[in-house]
């Protein structure tokens, strides 16, 4: 087999900061840990000989002052754009009006951000990291240039895949960069403050989308990426950072990218999970659940995870996602919590908005505005949170707190009805936005503190991939509780008015036909079903408190190395 001829490939085999470590200093593994040269066997199967030289060195090289702040300013300033990509577009503010295939403008996104997410963290364990996340962040400015000027919906639909591709690669990339930037002990209070900031733009997507489409028009939603991320790839192509990772060079890797890249087993992964993607994507909108395409592209999917798990053990620690990786309780536990966070999150973030159009009758702009109690708080305590974790050692507390918090807040806001106060919807938006706050980055913080840091660009895909494959699942379970429940309570609250013609015109729209004596009605009918997918979210960070236990107990402070004379 090829792999028996695999280049001499230079690969990181420090092992990160954990619990155990004396200090920051990178540990070589090897017997000798007196050598500042080791060898291992890595390739194809696990019996393989081809050698490859990793070189480790005691003094890492990490950024500190104004680099530091240039590097974290513009990654974040990247996944902002990127997660703003996934809701703005989310308030009743259609690009193209009256198109049957509206649904796909957010599904393509996910869609394909999804199926690439596993074969991006191969890419960052074998590529730079700077120039492999400037490539992936070209690819998304690709995509909303050709969504800005789309003159057909097939062409939206194209951008916002393309787009999709390039996001893909950028939050875990971000995070990757981090990793290699700073010790373990700070990067608490950095991701605190990279994931506040950029999970802005999940709730602000509805705020500047509803601005857009109101007083410009809706291909801003998708202009205002290309100048600010024109200059943040200038920024970032001038500045140095740092990778703590010796990587094969690249002609190295192109020659046999299915021998580095496993792209046989990232074929079959992405079969399967298009497929099921598809199947939530179309269930329940565009054909039955019962329906034969429904029910073959699950079992497909299915047969087809099966059919790549078999191949995954196959190829062992050369795999896309290698079991020996995800196997480790710390690492599939952080992968559930993520999950069911931002599982929250997202429900809260797509049917908040609905509830404030709906039921409300605030405008798309107005509906954004009464999500800033959400958003503020959740960017206070994913700051503050960040800065404590890294100053008392600690995540699992915070994880734990913010599963409490965030399944509290969720379950009240899942009581809201057309007389609720507005002191109330805010004081409930606080508490879940502040507990969901407390916990988004402690999953990132347990996957860095458990596996070694060659492994950490594959982890942090492992994760993205989780979060974005459980939203894309509890959200279209949402939705179809909430369509499901808006019909019958219109048939039971609001019997005089044509349903269907309601549930057609969108969250606005049907005030401009329904009767105002029967506008109550209707307005309980649309309250109340968004009850329920609320009460999703709130059992869903229910759900993190019990996975979170697995993440352990771990110290992430900075250890003193002890002196000579002490041992």
Same mark, same amino acid.
């Given at each position: 087999?090829? #792999? ?265 992964? *992405? ?55 995800? !196997?480790?309780?710390?690492?599939? #536990? ?13 429900? *809260? ?71 609720? #106060? ?65 019909? #019958? ?38 309250? !109340? ?39």
């Amino acid at each position: 087999m090829d #792999s028996h001829n695999a280049p001499s490939e230079k690969l990181p085999v420090s092992r990160p900061s954990t619990a155990n470590d004396t200090s920051d200093d990178t540990v070589t593994e090897t017997a000798d840990e007196g050598l500042g040269v080791t060898e291992k066997t890595l390739g194809d199967e696990p019996q393989e000989d081809a050698t490859i030289t990793a070189v480790t060195t005691n003094e890492p090289q990490y950024l500190e002052g104004l680099p530091l702040v240039l590097v974290v300013a513009c990654v974040t300033l990247v996944c902002f754009l990127v997660l703003l990509d996934t809701s703005i577009i989310a308030t009743d503010n259609r690009p193209i009006p009256l198109l049957p295939d509206v649904g796909w403008y957010g599904g393509a996104y996910q869609l394909a951000g999804a199926t690439l997410q596993p074969l991006s963290g191969k890419m960052y364990t074998y590529f730079d990291n700077k120039f492999t996340f400037l490539a992936f962040f070209a690819l998304f400015e690709v995509g909303s240039l050709i969504c800005g000027v789309a003159t057909s919906s097939t062409m939206l639909i194209v951008g916002r895949a393309v787009a999709g591709l390039g996001m893909s690669g950028i939050l875990n990339g971000a995070l990757t960069i981090v990793a290699g930037a700073v010790p373990l002990h700070k990067r608490a209070a950095l991701i605190g403050i990279i994931m506040g900031f950029c999970q802005l733009g999940v709730v602000c997507g509805p705020l500047l989308g509803g601005a857009f489409t109101e007083y410009t028009t809706w291909r801003w939603c998708f202009y205002v990426n290309l100048p600010i991320g024109g200059l943040v790839s200038i920024l970032l192509v001038f500045t140095r950072i740092p990778d703590q990772m010796v990587k094969p060079k690249v002609r190295d890797v192109l020659p046999k990218p299915h021998h580095y890249l496993d792209l046989i087993g990232f074929a079959v992964f *992405s079969g399967a999970s298009i497929q099921i993607l598809l199947a939530l994507q179309w269930g329940g909108v565009e054909r039955p659940w019962k329906s034969a395409t429904i029910i073959g592209l699950l079992v497909g999917g299915a047969a087809t995870y099966v059919a790549w798990g078999f191949w995954n053990s196959y190829k062992g620690d050369s795999a896309l996602v290698p079991f020996s990786l995800v !196997k480790q309780r710390a690492v599939w #536990s952080a992968a559930l919590t993520q999950l069911f966070i931002f599982t929250n999150l997202f429900i *809260s973030a797509f049917f908040l908005p609905i509830y404030f159009q709906a039921v409300k009758g605030a405008s798309p702009f107005m509906a954004g505005v009464y999500m800033l109690p959400n958003i503020l708080s959740q960017l206070i305590t994913a700051v503050t949170s960040g800065f404590l974790v890294g100053k008392l050692g600690y995540y699992l507390p915070w994880a734990l707190a913010s599963s409490v918090l965030a399944s509290i807040g969720a379950g009240l806001l899942g009581t809201l009805g057309p007389n609720t #106060s507005t002191g109330t919807w805010i004081g409930f938006q606080i508490l879940a936005g502040a507990g969901r706050g407390f916990g988004m980055q402690m999953p990132i913080l347990a996957l860095q503190a458990t596996v070694k840091p060659k492994q950490i660009p594959v982890g942090q895909a492992f994760l993205s991939f989780s979060q974005l494959i459980g939203i894309a699942v509890f959200v279209v379970v949402g939705n179809t509780m909430f369509g499901e429940l808006l019909r #019958s309570g219109l048939e039971k609250y609001a019997p005089n008015v044509d349903a269907q013609a309601v549930v057609a015109s969108g969250a606005t729209a049907f005030r401009s036909f329904v009767d105002p004596a029967d506008l109550p009605g209707v307005l309980t009918a649309y309250a !109340k079903a968004l009850n329920a997918p609320l009460l999703l979210a709130s059992a869903a960070a229910a759900l993190a408190f019990f996975s979170s236990w697995g993440m352990g107990w771990v110290d992430i402070r900075q250890k003193k190395a002890l002196s000579k004379g002490d041992v």
